[in-house]
T-cell receptor
């Protein structure tokens, strides 16, 4: 149980295009999902907290107009990188918290999406 | 400022050579310390959650302990398949689940 999937697992795009990454909780409902970015040999940096049915909360320094987050259902959140540039190339990872977890404890992580912008 | 520091950055062990990884933290209102394992190109895999000083948890060759200032991940008689990056993260009570991650310890176990 508690499986989180991401699609695609990797994507290569041209500079200036937009890329959408999906994060799905497969066997549980997730009111809250988190989006992280990880550069090589660096730790996970939280970009935003995605809440079902409401606007995402972005961390300081993260451009909300560039990284569009939509959490339209209890099992799906999407991250769209708009007008991508080479510096956006990174490993994007989502995590989800089971809605039944009132203690806000465990987060289940997806396998990540490798984005390369040429 | 909240901070999570892991040491060493990298650790190379011979198979069977036990050692410990360290995670020190300065967080107000700690509500949980988490250990994850991350393989290259993959998302973190949950290992342990510790909530209070003195708590210990074990899983196969791994044992995690927690004090008021740091946590240790002890690896007993490691095997090559234990090679991975081990991440430590903490959660504060006021942040609805937000995790603060350390930079990780890259463990390599040689046969």
């Amino acid at each position: 149980g508690a499986v989180v999937s991401q699609h695609p697992s990797w994507v290569i795009c041209k500079s200036g295009t937009s890329v959408k990454i999906e994060c799905r909780s497969l066997d549980f409902q997730a009111t809250t999902m988190f989006w992280y970015r990880q550069f090589p040999k660096q730790s996970l940096m939280l970009m935003a907290t995605s809440n079902e049915g409401s606007k995402a909360t972005y961390e300081q320094g993260v451009e909300k107009d560039k990284f569009l987050i939509n959490h339209a259902s209890l099992t799906l959140s999407t991250l769209t990188v708009t007008s991508a540039h080479p510096e956006d190339s990174s490993f994007y990872i989502c995590s989800a918290r089971d809605s039944r977890d009132r203690g806000y404890n465990e987060q289940f992580f997806g396998p990540g999406t490798r984005l390369t912008v040429l | 400022e909240d901070q999570v520091t892991q040491s060493p950055e990298a650790l190379r062990l011979q198979e069977g050579e036990s050692s410990s990884l360290n995670c020190s933290y300065t967080v107000s209102g700690l509500r949980g310390l988490f250990w994850y394992r991350q393989d290259p190109g993959k998302g973190p895999e949950f290992l342990f959650t510790l909530y209070s000083a003195g708590e210990e948890k074990e899983k196969e060759r791994l044992k995690a302990t927690l004090t008021k200032k740091e946590s240790f991940l002890h690896i007993t008689a490691p095997k090559p398949e234990d090679s991975a990056t081990y991440l430590c993260a903490v959660k504060r009570g006021s942040t609805l689940g937000r995790l603060y991650f350390g930079r990780g310890t890259q463990l390599t176990v040689w046969p």
